[in-house]
């Protein structure tokens, strides 16, 4: 902060006050400009009768110094506040809902009815793409009866299955590799051929 004063003696200084003006200023608000104008006053008038411009600049001086002070201080507060703003925003960035069984399971349910769209989504594209033969994970993943469905068919029928023996009857007449007719072939030895 910065003032320049201008002071003009009268006829009668010291036993009159000199005329003062603040010429220029920086970085002050009409306020501390107000108190300097004020400070000047009261300094003239408890220095009546002796010479006063020292003691005048000085207390301007004193005043300038306040201020500059209080400038700071305000400063440091404007910074603490803004870094505890921050940290509580940082704070609530990280402080999420609790959860709860019920949130949870709501978020689930939300959870899944997403997914589920976007599945069939990727469906409608893959069958408008002309790949209409789902792999055996995708019918799976799209009916979970799946894996029971052959115990289910196996209880439908009444554990009953036919065999036609007439496939196995002519095992005879295949050409099966005996182990006896192999040369190299021994039971003790089983890292033989």
Do not use: C
């Not at 006829?11 to 006050?17: A, G, I, L, S």
């Not at 400070?39 to 001086?61: D, K, P, R, W, Y």
């Not at 209080?70 to 809902?97: S, V």
């Amino acid at each position: 902060v910065q003032t320049t004063l201008k002071f003009t003696y009268r006829e009668k200084y010291p036993d009159e006050t000199p005329l003062y003006e603040i010429v220029s200023q920086e970085n002050l608000d009409e306020n501390d400009v107000t108190d300097i104008i004020k400070l000047l006053e009261q300094q003239a008038e408890e220095n009546l009768g002796m010479v006063m411009i020292f003691t005048l600049v000085s207390a301007v001086q004193e005043k300038l110094n306040e201020i500059v002070d209080q400038i700071k201080t305000r400063r440091e507060e404007e910074k603490k506040q803004k870094e505890r703003e921050a940290e509580e925003e940082e704070k609530q960035r990280f402080h999420g809902t609790p959860v709860t069984i019920e949130n949870f399971l709501n978020w689930k349910a939300k959870f899944d009815a997403e997914l589920l769209e976007i599945k069939r989504k990727k469906m409608k594209e893959e069958e408008q793409a002309g790949k209409n033969k789902l792999s055996g994970k995708q019918l799976f993943e799209m009916d979970h009866n799946l894996d029971t469905s052959d115990i289910q068919f196996l209880e439908d029928a009444g554990n009953n299955v036919e065999v036609d023996e007439s496939l196995f009857q002519e095992m005879d007449d295949l050409e099966l590799e005996d182990e006896e007719d192999d040369p190299d072939y021994n039971p003790v030895n089983l890292d033989s051929d």
